[in-house]
């Protein structure tokens, strides 16, 4: 039977388990052509980091059922867990550990019919804006393979931008789905705090502040794996009330007019370029001609101490995690990276009543995006600071890096916590991703929306962050801007 390029790139996933729920292609060929795909591409864009092709197979030519029975689709190499599958967290010293339990989202995919094939790069621990670990090198972006695809699942984003697979999963704990898919093209909701569940292993990731998603080409497939994804599960730790209908129902019809705040500046204060500004101007205009209230307004937040406050606790996570990994592969700490090392010396220098309240001040900013949202239904805002970066931009300068690995090498690096480096790592890591955080925080829901490409081509998203419950709403939104200026169709030149 088979089934050409031009036809599986042409369908999204849900347009793929119609094909084989008609009987019109099998699960076995849409397997095939995801990997002959992966053939093509991998070796520009780097984003299969481990590879399930013989399970994967044998999975195709079974019974399979459900709402996406017989899709081929890669999981995120971090959170996304499957018994007896390693997950290398970007990590070397994690690279052949394996889990003993599969995560309740990937059951919850594996359910839906879906036919794992392999795990998506990311960067060590999911720590940073970009996909370039030294377990396995950078990840590529599909427009431009000198330029990054964002992170923490640029492998994810590069596979869906570069035509592997119409969704993948991904997850979101300071913009890891936003911002690769504002980078590569794609759509990209992050749910709300709760609504997805991240166990059977912790509860909830990060205070609730990071979650599980997927990355897609369209927004009814994600949509309906939301469906799929959403609901309680025994180990959470608070139940979430449930969407008074299928969120896919939410993509059929425009919402009513809504009342919508914009605002390009940076919430550091730095430098927004230009082209980011005007793909959120450019939605502005768009959203107005098509009913929507548009103003320019910005919730009441202190964007430098929220993310302070964010990489307080996030270094200290981070701390966790290598311990943790040490513990568990019996490693030295030189087996992880200078960036992951510089963090997790930073993060075990905090005291914990400095911890604490800087985790307290969540509250805060919660408060301020609350009152935001009295007065607006949404928040516009650019998803990156700047259109894609090179490969490398965001590395540690060669001064730091020196520095840091001479502290680290004499068993100083506790020092690197006395050294006032978090406000000038809070410029390194986040000018270029200044807007994503606060839904992190806040727990809200927050899109990325692929309106707008740069003169060179670049795709350069749009966020729009809403109130807890909003995923409908920002779903509604998404698929009416998609049918204003389709973007599926738009292919990168691999």
């Not at 013989?54 to 499957?82: C, N």
């Not at 950078?138 to 035509?163: C, F, K, L, Q």
């Amino acid at each position: 039977m088979g089934i050409g390029w031009e036809d599986y790139r042409g369908h999204d996933a849900v347009g793929l388990a119609g094909l084989v729920a008609a009987g019109e292609v099998s699960a076995a060929d849409l397997l095939e052509a995801a990997l002959a795909r992966a053939e093509i591409v991998e070796p520009t864009v780097n984003a299969i980091r481990l590879r399930m092709t013989d399970t994967a197979r044998a999975r195709a030519r079974g019974e399979l059922a459900g709402p996406f029975a017989g899709v081929p689709f890669l999981v995120k190499d971090l959170s996304q867990h499957i018994a007896g599958v390693p997950t290398g967290s970007g990590s070397r010293p994690l690279a052949s550990f394996a889990r003993p339990e599969t995560s309740t989202v990937v059951r919850r995919w594996t359910d839906a019919g879906l036919v794992i094939f392999g795990r998506t790069a990311t960067p060590e621990f999911g720590a940073r804006a970009v996909t370039e670990p030294a377990a396995g090198g950078p990840t590529r972006n599909p427009w431009d393979s000198a330029r990054t695809p964002g992170g923490s699942s640029g492998g994810s984003a590069a596979a869906v931008a570069a035509g592997i697979v119409p969704a993948a999963g991904a997850s979101d704990g300071g913009g890891s789905i936003r911002i690769p898919a504002a980078a590569c093209g794609l759509f990209g909701l992050k749910p709300g705090r709760g609504v997805v569940p991240s166990g059977p292993e912790v509860g909830e990731g990060f205070h609730g502040a990071a979650v599980q998603g997927v990355v897609s080409r369209t927004v009814r497939d994600s949509a309906a794996l939301l469906d799929v994804m959403a609901g309680p599960a025994p180990e959470g730790p608070y139940t979430v009330r449930p969407s008074e209908r299928p969120y896919a129902d939410a993509v059929r019809e425009d919402p009513v007019p809504l009342r919508i705040g914009v605002s390009t500046a940076s919430p550091l204060g730095g430098a927004v370029d230009p082209q980011a500004v005007a793909a959120a101007t450019d939605a502005a205009e768009l959203l107005t001609s098509l009913g929507h209230v548009v103003e320019e307004s910005a919730p009441a937040v202190d964007g430098r101490a929220l993310a302070t406050d964010f990489l307080t606790t996030w270094f200290a996570m981070i701390a966790s995690q290598v311990d943790g990994a040490i513990a568990l592969t019996g490693c030295g700490e030189d087996a992880f990276e200078t960036e992951t090392r510089v963090m997790a010396a930073i993060g075990r220098a905090t005291p914990a009543p400095a911890y604490l309240a800087a985790l307290g001040r969540w509250q805060a900013h919660t408060r301020a995006l609350a009152g935001f949202h009295e007065r607006y239904d949404l928040l516009l805002t650019p998803t990156l600071a700047r259109p894609p970066w090179p490969i490398g931009a965001l590395d540690l300068s060669g001064p730091m890096k020196l520095a840091a690995t001479g502290l680290l090498s004499a068993g100083a690096g506790g020092l690197l916590g006395r050294m006032n480096l978090v406000e000038g790592l809070v410029d390194a890591n986040f000018a270029p991703v200044p807007f994503t955080q606060l839904a992190n925080l806040t727990g809200r829901p927050a899109s990325s929306v692929p309106l707008y490409r740069t003169p060179d081509g670049l795709p350069l998203g749009v966020q729009f962050v809403g109130r807890p419950g909003a995923e409908p709403e920002l779903l509604a939104l998404a698929a009416q801007l998609e049918r204003a200026r389709p973007w599926a169709h738009l292919r990168p030149a691999l």
